[in-house]
């Protein structure tokens, strides 16, 4: 079973930035915060990735909070292309037995 | 070019039917995986192979049997196709052994088993 809860849905108009929020309450110590998406009939996508500081890439930034029990994944300009399911998924870096568990993720629609 | 590349994109095939899909890196990873994305369009793990040996087998039918002819490869072959295993099937690569961490994904093959 997925270790976190996202909303099912969310709208964001073209140029605004996204806020999509993720709860990991159980989240452990060595536990990374990883998110993907995956646009309409295509593989996932890796974004980025974070353990306890905030983390920005060339696709997006990752918000942590302080106590780690949940996180906010933001897209500064979302445009049209940014439509797809997002998925927050809490894993360890490495390790035999620990899998990508990819839950239903939050449908991110970009309106014009 | 593609970094990790699935053929065929498409396959239609009867039931009873044996079915391969080849599944190509050239991130230079040692790991690679094959998932399954049903109707319902749950992402689950299938397999996992790190430098052409299993890692893990998730509780799949052993009619699903992955060959990794070197460590860029890892192909599916599929005996006796039901109806339950028509899917998209993805194929994934990653630096860094184990199940976790970054993942690279094929475009996928969407199986249709009728």
């Known amino acids: 079973d997925a270790k976190t809860t996202q909303p099912p849905s969310m709208d964001c108009a073209e140029g605004r930035a996204a806020n999509l929020p993720c709860n990991h309450s159980?989240?452990?110590?060595?536990?990374?915060v990883y998110w993907y998406r995956q646009i309409h009939s295509q593989g996932p996508q890796y974004i980025i990735h974070?353990?306890?500081n905030n983390e920005t890439n060339e696709m997006a930034s990752l918000i942590i909070t302080e106590d780690r029990k949940s996180s906010t994944l933001i897209l500064p300009h979302a445009t049209l292309r940014d439509t797809a399911v997002y998925y927050c998924?809490?894993?360890?870096?490495?390790?035999?037995?620990?899998?990508?568990?990819f839950g239903k993720g939050t449908l991110l629609t970009v309106n014009p | 070019d593609t970094a990790v590349s699935q053929t065929p994109k498409y396959l239609v095939t009867q039931m009873g039917n044996d079915k391969s899909i080849k599944c190509e890196q050239n991130?230079?990873?040692?790991?690679m995986y094959w998932y399954k994305q049903d109707s319902k369009k749950f992402l689950k793990i299938m397999f996992s192979?790190?430098?052409?040996?299993?890692?893990i087998n998730e509780t799949v039918p052993n009619r699903f049997s992955p060959k990794s002819p070197d460590k860029a490869h890892l192909n599916l072959h599929i005996n006796s196709l039901e109806l339950g295993d028509s899917a998209v099937y993805f194929c994934a690569s990653s630096p860094e052994p184990g199940l976790g961490g970054t993942q690279y994904f094929g475009p996928g093959t969407r199986l249709l088993v009728l």
């Open positions: 991130l230079g990873h040692d790991t």
């Open positions: 192979y790190n430098n052409k040996e299993l890692i």
């Open positions: 998924i809490v894993t360890l870096l490495r390790g035999s037995n620990y899998k990508l568990t």
């Open positions: 974070g353990l306890k």
């Open positions: 159980t989240i452990s110590g060595n536990e990374y």
